[in-house]
């Protein structure tokens, strides 16, 4: 997700609309495209309007991005439409996601050109369907910034100490893939026992808020309201990139980070079946991925595309990484509010 600027404002062109997730059905049209996808991707900052461009000049198509606030949303947006899709294709459901979107039924099986140069790895994580394709993936991290008058945390158990009561600023699990992500990475670091518990309930006190996505958490943190925030390691790239921030700084950790992968996939009922194929053919392409790191602030899953430099400079690389079964996240984000909550 294009996780760093957090002005993100409506855009209409000739090739390009941005509705509320509100759209309404209409009869079969075969020249667009319709996407359901979440605020980053299509705000001004992120890749959708260059995609959209791109993916009119090569077929002639017109591709319509709705944004519907965070990706859980458009998911399940997408869900209360299954017997009647207004979309052709959804993207944004990742591995934390994509049980539930499997267990939906929503999604129809395809093999985009180009899919065997994807690392098999990233595919296996959304599933074995093969009812979703990667496009981007980052590991998460803390956020920290460094002119704080409070210590560096060194690990996630370091976040549960007194030092940062209402400095950690999260999503919430249930409308945000970034919310859930980190829940996820606690399970994955702390298991599904006492410790899962425990940890939640010291880190209560030092949680400022639980945005509801990415940006509106994201702005609170460039806005100074605390000095650590759930993002990617990429994030403080494009702080770099766009406004010579240097003080934010990616924070690695040796117990490991949990890694997000991001995929897309056609509806089932797809209006226009032809162009969401065309549309998933060139969302791997190397022409679309290298549209990516810049709007997107992930890793193309093409590995083709060249990085620029600010990711060399600012993109910290952890050493270990995490995953646990996307069927138990859930669960996970059970316990974690009955922690919370006591």
Same mark, same amino acid.
């Given at each position: 997700?294009n996780?760093?600027?957090?002005?993100?404002?409506?855009?209409?062109s000739?090739?390009?609309?941005f509705?509320?997730c509100?759209?309404?059905?209409e009869?079969?049209?075969?020249g667009?495209v319709?996407?359901?996808?979440?605020?980053?991707f299509a705000?001004?900052?992120?890749?959708a309007?260059?995609l959209?461009e791109?993916?009119k000049k090569?077929?002639?198509?017109?591709?319509?991005?709705?944004?519907?606030?965070d990706?859980v949303q458009?998911?399940?947006r997408a869900?209360i439409?299954k %017997?009647?899709?207004n979309a052709?294709? =959804? +993207?944004?459901? $990742?591995?934390? #996601? &994509?049980?539930?979107?499997?267990?939906?039924?929503i999604l129809?099986e395809?093999s985009?050109?180009g899919?065997d140069?994807i690392d098999?790895?990233l595919?296996s994580l959304?599933?074995a369907?093969?009812k979703?394709?990667?496009y981007?993936w980052s590991?998460?991290?803390?956020i920290f910034?460094?002119?704080s008058?409070?210590?560096?945390?060194?690990?996630?158990?370091?976040l549960? %100490?007194e030092?940062?009561?209402?400095? =950690? +600023?999260?999503? $919430?699990?249930? #409308? &945000?893939?970034?919310?859930?992500?980190?829940v996820?990475?606690?399970?994955a670091?702390?298991?599904?026992g006492?410790?899962?518990?425990?940890f939640?309930?010291?880190?209560k006190?030092n949680i400022?808020?639980?945005a509801?996505?990415?940006?509106?958490?994201?702005?609170?943190?460039?806005?100074?309201?605390a000095p650590?925030?759930?993002?990617?390691t990429?994030?403080p790239?494009?702080?770099?990139?766009?406004?010579?921030?240097?003080?934010?700084?990616a924070?690695?950790?040796?117990?490991?980070?949990?890694m997000?992968?991001?995929?897309?996939g056609i509806?089932?009922g797809?209006?226009?079946?032809?162009?969401a194929?065309?549309f998933?053919?060139?969302l791997?392409?190397?022409?679309?991925q290298?549209v990516?790191p810049l709007?997107?602030?992930?890793?193309?899953?093409?590995?083709?595309?060249?990085?620029?430099d600010c990711?060399?400079k600012?993109a910290?690389?952890p050493?270990?990484?995490?995953?646990?079964?996307?069927?138990s996240?859930?669960?996970?984000v059970?316990d974690?509010f009955a922690?919370?909550r006591?």
């Amino acid at each position: 997700m294009n996780r760093i600027l957090v002005a993100f404002f409506s855009i209409v062109s000739s090739s390009l609309l941005f509705f509320g997730c509100t759209r309404k059905a209409e009869s079969a049209r075969s020249g667009e495209v319709v996407v359901y996808t979440y605020d980053s991707f299509a705000g001004e900052w992120g890749p959708a309007s260059k995609l959209a461009e791109l993916f009119k000049k090569k077929t002639g198509l017109t591709v319509t991005f709705v944004d519907c606030g965070d990706a859980v949303q458009a998911m399940s947006r997408a869900i209360i439409e299954k %017997d009647n899709p207004n979309a052709d294709v =959804i +993207i944004g459901i $990742d591995n934390n #996601t &994509s049980s539930q979107a499997a267990d939906a039924g929503i999604l129809s099986e395809y093999s985009p050109k180009g899919i065997d140069s994807i690392d098999i790895a990233l595919r296996s994580l959304l599933g074995a369907e093969k009812k979703l394709v990667p496009y981007d993936w980052s590991h998460f991290a803390l956020i920290f910034d460094t002119r704080s008058s409070v210590p560096e945390p060194k690990s996630l158990r370091d976040l549960t %100490d007194e030092a940062y009561k209402g400095k =950690i +600023i999260l999503m $919430d699990p249930e #409308t &945000s893939t970034p919310g859930l992500g980190f829940v996820a990475w606690t399970r994955a670091v702390f298991g599904d026992g006492d410790a899962f518990t425990d940890f939640w309930t010291k880190l209560k006190p030092n949680i400022l808020t639980m945005a509801s996505g990415w940006s509106a958490g994201y702005g609170l943190f460039t806005s100074g309201e605390a000095p650590l925030v759930i993002s990617y390691t990429t994030s403080p790239a494009a702080n770099l990139e766009y406004d010579g921030i240097d003080y934010y700084k990616a924070l690695v950790f040796d117990e490991g980070h949990y890694m997000q992968v991001e995929g897309a996939g056609i509806l089932n009922g797809a209006q226009n079946r032809k162009g969401a194929e065309l549309f998933m053919d060139f969302l791997i392409s190397e022409e679309a991925q290298a549209v990516l790191p810049l709007t997107q602030w992930m890793y193309p899953v093409n590995g083709n595309v060249v990085l620029p430099d600010c990711y060399k400079k600012a993109a910290a690389v952890p050493g270990k990484t995490l995953s646990v079964d996307s069927a138990s996240v859930k669960d996970a984000v059970s316990d974690m509010f009955a922690a919370i909550r006591k």
